[in-house]
């Protein structure tokens, strides 16, 4: 079953100053099928972050349509696409963008106060800070812990809806050879577990080598690896 679909995707960018523009993304077209570990691979400047954001609804393309499964998104007004987006997809950053004032368990909560179902899910946070290896963390604030402890407590967030999808934009960019492997193994042990679909954008050999199938993303078009 198609969970997303992509068909004829451009992406461009207006050169400052000027009315030119620069191309990233070039009639692309890509399906995603459900319960899948997918990886995309390419080269810094290649277009996987503007991917990533069209893909998770954080942006619009050029030219193109994006449907999950059946909704197409451009069809979606603002405040139901992020009602979307909390619902519906997880989203994980390569700077895993925790708040600092807020310790990992109520990080990982943050996607509940738009929805008004904190109370409801704080059993189910910290059932997942025991998955990502730490129950013992939950009171403590990301300025305590490890880089690759901040990645996991993302990865946590982006789970706590229990979304259909998880994008992950190079989400061991920022970490050591020995925490990348754990954090690829920690995502598709959730896929499974979960039943997640899992998407990740990365120019790591480590990270794509966890993924079932890979594609590469060079001049604008995807091809598989």
Do not use: W
Not at 91 to 117: K, M, W, Y
Not at 148 to 167: M, N, Y
């Amino acid at each position: 079953m198609t969970l997303l679909r992509l068909t004829g995707i451009s992406a461009s960018y207006a050169r400052p100053g000027c009315n030119a523009s620069d191309g990233v993304l070039s009639d692309l077209n890509f399906d995603l099928e459900k319960g899948s570990s997918t990886a995309i691979r390419g080269v810094s400047g290649s277009g996987k972050s503007t991917l990533f954001r069209i893909m998770g609804g954080l942006q619009e393309p050029t030219r193109g349509k994006v449907y999950f499964e059946d909704v197409e998104l451009s069809t979606l007004k603002d405040a139901a696409l992020a009602e979307f987006r909390n619902q519906r997809l997880g989203l994980v950053f390569q700077d895993h963008r925790l708040l600092p004032q807020c310790t990992a368990l109520e990080n990982i909560l943050l996607p509940t106060v738009a929805s008004g179902d904190t109370s409801s899910k704080s059993a189910y946070a910290r059932d997942l800070l025991a998955e990502v290896g730490l129950a013992d963390h939950a009171h403590h604030f990301p300025a305590q812990l490890s880089g690759g402890q901040c990645q996991r407590v993302a990865v946590a967030r982006a789970l706590v809806q229990s979304p259909g999808l998880v994008l992950a934009d190079e989400p061991t960019g920022a970490l050591d050879r020995a925490n990348s492997e754990s954090l690829g193994a920690l995502l598709e042990r959730l896929r499974a577990n979960h039943g997640l679909t899992v998407l990740s954008f990365t120019h790591s050999d480590v990270m794509a080598g966890f993924a079932a199938r890979c594609f590469v993303l060079e001049a604008g078009s995807l091809r598989e690896a």
